[in-house]
């Protein structure tokens, strides 16, 4: 099919085109990938959404590059910004909102060789963008383990269910959390990001290090303000986690449960993530490992806790009416290198996807103060058009509180609004999947930061362009913070 086109002036294709090709010849000690191979790494998950699907389908970079050192980024991004050509930076391309996906072809830059865990120290650790989650974790873990080491076992505090793929960039640039956020919140949660690296989009790039608070200007606005090429990320001590399913007849049993089981205080956990019937019966279908781990037509709480902590969790799901009907050890887990991980946060959409590709599904966070009740209230009033699924986490501020990635079974665009808004209407703030520009999705506006943090790292406006409205409006954010009518972050002076 033939690629949409997001006219641009500045972005004219055959010149983009013609220029990239010009880099790559320039360049040739860098690896550059410009053969069938481009395509695929244009894309992310953006088919999740129908909506997506039909606006982004068939887009596609000129060339892809993947740098392995810092020297090898500055040479490609400071001839790129001599040629005004698109950059869009990518980690492994799991986002889901078209984040990675270029409106204007040019140049995907690939972080993924860039990759090196930098040191780990009690609590915190510093990596290259492009290390996987899973690798972060393992050579964490590996370090821990040297003969003599007093360091002590440490973890991500929170990884998205794509932890074996995705990147620590990516899931600063594109994501918002996942597994752990029940313990520390979102990734913007305070004292998670403790400081990144960044470098500017000119023709003579500059490295600088933002330290937190400003490290978190460049956060989930899909690369569009900054190339991240270091992150400074706090840690957990890492358990052994066991996996368990609880399974319930009714829906207010598992939904009381996963709300208790989340704020109890003394048992240590990493995840709680309640799937409302026919979700546990679409997941067993989906995926052969799962059969008969839940029984048909029953509401399941999938939960990693601490292994110390299995009592507690036993006592509960007795006291709540819950029948354990799968448990395995870390050990177990580490064997089968298979995790429950893997069917929580949107990896439980991948999964009904496969059975029924009429699914479609929203991102909503509840109100901490009344959760459970807008879960109920919600179900009772949608039906079985919203498949419900909830993750149990904490807020930003610290609150106990869900987060849904409620499965829709989709008719029209319409409908799919109505429903969005139905769930506005109970108090329940909408993070809308369906749409690729920054300020459309969580962030719900323009935030003059994020602009005037665009203007100091990629004044010619080249990083993933298109997807960012402020950027239309930086003369006004400008003025108007001459005129003390906004105040802006301030940055270092570089
Ligand atoms: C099945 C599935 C499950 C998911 N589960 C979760 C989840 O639990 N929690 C969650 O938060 N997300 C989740 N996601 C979304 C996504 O997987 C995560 O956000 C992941 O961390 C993205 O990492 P990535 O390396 O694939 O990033 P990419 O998709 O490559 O990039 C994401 C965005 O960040 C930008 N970016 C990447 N690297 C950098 C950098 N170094 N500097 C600046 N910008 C950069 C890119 O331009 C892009 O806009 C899920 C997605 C899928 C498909």
């Known amino acids: 099919m033939n690629a949409p086109t997001f006219a641009d002036p500045d972005f004219d294709p055959a010149r983009v085109r013609e220029r990239t090709a010009a880099v790559v010849a320039a360049l040739p000690g860098v690896e550059w990938i410009t053969d069938n191979r481009v395509e695929r790494l244009s894309q992310d998950f953006y088919w999740f959404s129908p909506v997506l699907k039909r606006q982004l389908e068939g887009l596609r970079a000129d060339a892809v590059v993947r740098p392995r050192t810092e020297d090898e980024v500055r040479a490609v991004v400071g001839a790129c910004a001599r040629e005004r050509l698109p950059i869009t930076v990518r980690g492994s391309g799991t986002g889901n909102y078209g984040q990675c996906m270029p409106l204007h072809g040019g140049v995907i830059l690939d972080l993924s060789a860039y990759n090196r865990l930098l040191w780990t120290r009690p609590g915190v650790a510093r990596a290259q963008a492009g290390i996987r989650m899973i690798e972060m974790d393992r050579q964490m873990q590996a370090a821990a383990a040297e003969p003599g080491s007093t360091l002590g076992a440490w973890e991500l505090r929170c990884v998205p269910s794509t932890f074996r793929s995705a990147t620590l960039g990516g899931l600063y640039g594109g994501g918002f959390g996942g597994v752990g956020s029940i313990n520390f919140g979102p990734l913007a949660s305070t004292g998670n990001v403790h400081g990144v690296r960044a470098m500017t989009i000119e023709p003579e790039p500059q490295a600088v290090e933002l330290r937190a608070p400003q490290a978190l200007l460049l956060h989930h606005v899909y690369g569009t303000n900054g190339l991240v090429l270091e992150l400074e990320v706090g840690t957990a001590p890492a358990h052994p986690w066991l996996e368990a399913i609880v399974c319930f007849e009714a829906y207010e049993a598992a939904l009381e449960f996963g709300s208790a089981l989340a704020g109890a205080p003394g048992i240590v956990k990493k995840s709680v993530t309640l799937l409302a019937a026919p979700i546990p019966d679409l997941l067993m279908q989906a995926s052969p490992p799962l059969a008969g781990a839940m029984k048909s037509g029953t509401h399941a709480v999938f939960v990693l806790v601490a292994e110390f902590s299995e009592h507690g969790l036993q006592q509960m799901a007795a006291d709540f009416g819950g029948t354990v009907t799968l448990r395995k ?91 969005m808004q139905i769930h506005r209407d109970h108090g329940v703030f909408i993070a809308n999947p369906h749409v690729y520009i920054v300020e459309d999705g969580k962030q719900g506006q323009v935030n003059p930061d994020v602009v005037a943090t665009k203007m100091r790292f990629d004044p010619l406006g080249l990083l993933n362009p298109g997807k960012l409205r402020g950027w239309g409006q930086r003369e006004q954010i400008m003025a108007d913070a001459a005129a003390g009518k906004v105040r802006l972050a301030t940055l270092p002076r570089f």
Not at 334 to 342: A, D, I, M
Not at 359 to 374: C, E, K, M, N, W
Request: proline share 1%; with cysteine.
């Open 329 to 419: 050890t870390a050990e177990e887990v580490r064997r089968s290198n298979r995790t429950l991980v893997e069917y929580t946060w949107n990896h439980t959409t991948l999964h009904a996807l496969k059975v029924d590709k009429g699914l479609t599904y929203i991102q909503s966070g509840f109100d901490p103060a009344r959760h459970v009740q807008q879960a109920k209230e919600l179900r009772r009033k949608l039906g079985d058009e919203v498949l419900v699924h909830l993750e149990f986490i904490r807020t930003k501020e610290g609150a106990m509180n869900c987060s849904g990635l409620q499965l829709i079974r989709y008719t029209t665009d319409a409908r799919l609004n109505e429903i």
